[in-house]
């Protein structure tokens, strides 16, 4: 079936890179997503890579995709206290459309 | 509209009682989500619309929980006879296609829904 793993916390100081790692168990993905979701807000979209990429880079944003393994990653350069947040990881398949989630990070930028 | 609109944004209900949460999406997509987030946890699939057609109501948790959506814009979610385990966050999302562009999806701010 399909199931999608993230750790649970991270902490790390300001200025430091930020790593947020995901796995998932379905190998048909076709879109993987990062979103963002602050105390109260809804889910905003950071990123998205196509399933036949390996890297893509936004900004202070860099998605690695390793498909044999499964294991998806954001980074996170120059983290501030204003990306404190919850991150999650999700997945769309050909099959139905839907988006399925990993439970989140919960990032937390000491300054 | 603009973003994808969910109402109300709060809601408060005794146990037993029924609820419906309302979604807008955003004008011209024709699929439709919804979510539910429980405290500390992942967001939960609960049921697709293409259209005004539900192909995918795996998620719904019991025969307590339906939706329908009508003219392929706005939603309703329904909850009969509320039970303190359905207190969450119901997010709806929509899309242009099926869910694979390349931007994914939009989500509205969602409903916090507490039964007391």
């Known amino acids: 079936g399909e199931d999608v793993e993230q750790s649970l916390f991270l902490s790390v100081r300001e200025g430091d890179s930020s790593v947020i790692n995901c796995t998932y168990t379905d190998s048909s993905s076709t879109y993987l997503y990062w979103y963002k979701q602050e105390p109260g807000a809804g889910l905003q979209l950071l990123t998205y890579?196509?399933?036949?990429?390996d890297m893509k880079q936004d900004q202070r944003l860099t998605v690695l995709l390793n498909k044999k393994d499964k294991h998806l990653s954001l980074r996170i350069a120059d983290t501030q206290t204003g990306d404190s947040a919850i991150y999650f990881c999700a997945v769309s398949y050909n099959q139905g459309g839907k988006l399925i989630f990993g439970q989140g990070t919960e990032l937390s930028v000491k300054p | 509209g603009a973003g994808v609109s969910q109402s109300p944004s709060n809601k408060v209900t005794e146990k037993g009682k029924d609820v419906e949460l309302r979604c807008d999406p955003i004008?011209?997509?024709?699929?439709l989500y919804w979510y539910r987030q429980s405290l500390g946890q992942g967001l939960e699939f609960l049921i697709y619309f293409q259209g005004n057609s539900a192909p995918d109501k795996s998620g719904l948790p019991s025969d307590r929980f339906s939706a329908e959506r009508t003219g392929g814009s706005v939603s309703t979610l329904t909850i009969q006879r509320t039970q303190q385990e359905d207190s969450a966050v119901y997010l709806c999302a929509s899309s242009l296609a099926k869910g694979q562009g390349a931007k994914g999806y939009t989500f509205g701010s969602g409903t916090r829904l507490t039964v007391v």
């Open positions: 004008s011209g997509h024709t699929a």
């Open positions: 890579i196509f399933s036949n990429m």
